[in-house]
């Protein structure tokens, strides 16, 4: 298993189009850029801008401050042990989704431990705390949809539904224009309904 | 707007069940976070360009096109240099400067360092050399080196001013620092050596190095030092690592390992020996902090500085720290009940030792569904007060699982068929052998040679 639920080659990580470059509506440090991994004060750099987004993206998903301490830690040393550099076109896109992705793998494994009724059994685990009305199939389809979005489409998506940004604050946040996240957003979840195999009408 | 509402509604329900974690929480998480991930990162950087034997520089060019400017990343490739360098610059915040009789030439970052190269730190916050083979080389402002070959190794010649040396576990040889009067060799540890007008001074951080003075050697360990000068031996060692940029994490180090000696001192009697499960002496001690995540087989961590062995199914304690790197839960269940072949004895586990607890294969540990007996976890956990290893190894590890896996366990006692070994009738026929008992000052066998604790199931 490569790094735990981070993208694993900078493929992953759709580079900016031309036509979203820095325009006169954004500021300087709102632009993306490229971030050499390989340098430790740039990953402090980014620890301190982006954790915080990380850490509330995993909270979202697990509801405990440990499982979310320990997705941020996952993050971001999957960053350090990276065998080669990583050039990070959009570092809050990459770090958006490979929270989600991060968190879900957790949860994953979390719901990989079942009610143990075994009399002769020595481990007793508990069970799932999820309500009786929790579709587990459909949530398996949104976690593979997720890891199927890029980084880019994800971060737009979990930005505007999760973390309640309005289309301009995205805009700003990823550095693009409003209209390149609008186009994004509708592309998202067109992809997102197909991936789910959920026709528009039953959402 | 309605299918809008429905995917918000699908998507706050599956991948946001729990909303917003409390905002006072954050920050002192993320603080938590930033300081367990320290000691790897400190390990880490240097790394990763060595193990590719490239590193990647990013090299920006705009290009007007069109009347539209465009920003392309162009990514280069420059290798480490050739068999007369033995590193590169890995950072120079200020002047970093090659000297060759009267001229200087500035170095910049990714700058190879040539063969007996003498480099000067003039300004800033120095900077960071990283060796070809892997180890890092902290330069404070104003401090003079070169880097030379030894007979099994690297020779690092300080001639003024600090250094804090990272040193990499060296594969088949050591990591020497030679100051005018010292001279200091590590295998894989974080260390400071001064080297002032008047003598020269060697505190270690993290791990173990032997330092040799004429014909004499002492081994320190971390918080120890040794100087040959009385002026700078009386400066205190947290002052005289407060310029490095990872000060903050040798700190850490330094005060988990004197919380750990402190709580140490004084108990050093021969642990009594226990039933193999054993009571609760420590009840209510638990870590400050854990970190428990699913092993990643293609990244493992390098073992703790100073340690041999490591690897996966491996776990080891450092006063006030207990890490273990890719164990199952059914393991550390074992080893956390004091079951394992690794405890069984009764001697308990003792700090700075990597023990190898092998697999637990459903013979001490029953029941539970199949993850429990494959998937492996890394963990590394903090004592908040003081532990000594058998309370870490012990309740506290018990008190983790139990948190974070929500275990329970019970324990039952069988009588099972056993071979007991006993001298034959006719006497012992085993006779005195004529080998020669190990010289403790013989040099060490090389990094990799098995040494650590294993099962023998």
């Known amino acids: 298993m490569s790094a735990v639920g981070v993208p694993k080659s900078i493929d992953d990580v759709r580079p900016v189009p031309p036509f979203a470059a820095p325009g006169p509506q954004m500021s300087a440090a709102a632009a993306p850029r490229a971030i050499n991994i390989s340098v430790a004060e740039e990953l402090e750099q980014l620890y301190v801008e982006f954790a915080p987004l990380v850490y509330r993206t995993a909270w979202g998903v697990l509801g405990s401050r440990e499982d979310a301490e320990d997705v941020v830690q996952t993050v971001f040393m999957a960053l350090v042990r990276r065998e080669s550099p990583l050039e990070l076109r959009n570092p809050k896109a990459y770090l958006c989704k490979a929270a989600m992705t991060a968190s879900l793998n957790v949860l994953r494994a979390k719901r990989r431990r079942p009610v143990l009724v075994d009399d002769a059994g020595l481990v007793e685990m508990p069970a799932s705390n999820r309500g009786s009305s929790f579709d ?37 946040e990823l550095g693009l224009s409003r209209t390149a996240v609008a186009v994004r957003l509708f592309r998202s979840r067109a992809r997102l309904r197909a991936l789910l195999h959920v026709p528009p009408e039953k959402q | 707007m309605t299918h809008e509402n429905g995917l918000r509604t699908l998507l706050e329900r599956y991948l946001k069940p729990h909303g917003e974690p409390p905002n006072a929480d954050v920050t002192p998480a993320l603080e938590r976070v930033w300081r367990r991930m320290q000691p790897d990162m400190l390990r880490a950087p240097a790394r990763l360009p060595v ?24 990514v280069a490739s420059s ?47 120095g900077a960071m050399l990283a060796l070809a083979d892997g180890s890092r080389v902290e330069m404070r402002s104003q401090s003079e080196l070169s880097l030379a070959r030894a007979d099994d190794g690297v020779r690092i010649r300080l001639g003024t001013g600090d250094i804090i040396v990272s040193a990499a576990e060296q594969r088949d040889g050591h990591l020497y620092v030679q100051t005018k009067d010292m001279t200091v060799a590590v295998v894989g540890t974080v260390f400071l050596v001064n080297a002032a007008e008047d003598g020269s001074r060697v505190a270690v ?121 890719c164990l199952t839960l059914a393991t550390l269940i074992r080893t956390a009940y004091g079951v394992g072949p690794a405890l069984i004895s009764g001697r308990g586990m003792r700090v700075d030792v990597v023990y190898g607890l092998g697999v637990e294969n459903g013979v001490r540990v029953r029941g539970g569904p199949e993850w429990v007996r494959t998937q492996p976890y890394t963990i590394e956990a903090v004592a908040g007060g003081p532990a000594d290893a058998e309370t870490m190894r012990g309740p506290m590890l018990r008190a983790l699982l139990e948190r974070r896996f929500g275990l329970k366990v019970h324990v039952e006692t069988e009588q099972i068929p056993a071979v007991a070994l006993t001298i034959a009738p006719g006497g012992l026929k085993m006779k005195e052998g004529t080998c020669t008992p190990p010289d403790p000052s013989a040099p060490q066998p090389p990094p990799g040679t098995p040494q650590s604790t294993v099962d023998m199931v």
């Not at chain 2, 700190?251 to 193999?276: D, H, R």
């Open chain 1, 136 to 172: 587990e199939d459909l949530y398996e389809r949104l976690s593979r949809a997720m890891d199927e979005l890029s980084a880019e489409s994800a971060a737009v998506l979990l930005l505007r539904y999760l973390h309640d940004k309005s289309l301009a604050e995205i805009a700003t």
């Open chain 2, 51 to 74: 193990r590719s034997m490239s590193v990647h520089r990013p090299i920006r060019v705009i290009a007007a096109v069109a009347a539209a400017a465009i920003l392309i990343v162009v």
């Open chain 2, 79 to 125: 290798r480490w240099p050739g068999a007369d360098s033995l590193g590169r610059v890995e950072a120079a915040d200020g002047s970093l400067y090659s000297l060759a009789g009267d001229t200087r030439r500035l170095l910049r970052q990714g700058d190879s360092i040539g063969l007996d190269e003498v480099l000067r730190s003039n300004g800033g916050a």
């Open chain 2, 205 to 325: 951080i993290e791990g173990e190095v032997r330092v040799r003075e004429g014909a004499l050697e002492k081994r320190l360990r971390p918080g120890e030092e040794v100087s040959t000068s009385p002026v700078l031996a009386a400066r205190p060692l947290r002052e005289e690592i407060a310029w490095s940029r990872h000060a903050d994490a040798h700190l850490a180090i330094l005060a988990a390992f004197e919380k750990g000696m402190a709580q140490t001192a004084g108990t050093l009697a021969p642990v009594a020996a226990q039933s193999p499960v054993a009571t609760n002496p420590a009840a209510g001690a638990e870590f400050e902090e854990a970190s428990i995540r699913e092993c990643d087989p293609d990244n493992l961590p390098p073992p703790p500085a100073g340690a041999r062995g490591g690897g996966a199914n491996s776990f080891q304690m450092t006063p006030g720290r207990t890490y273990g790197l």
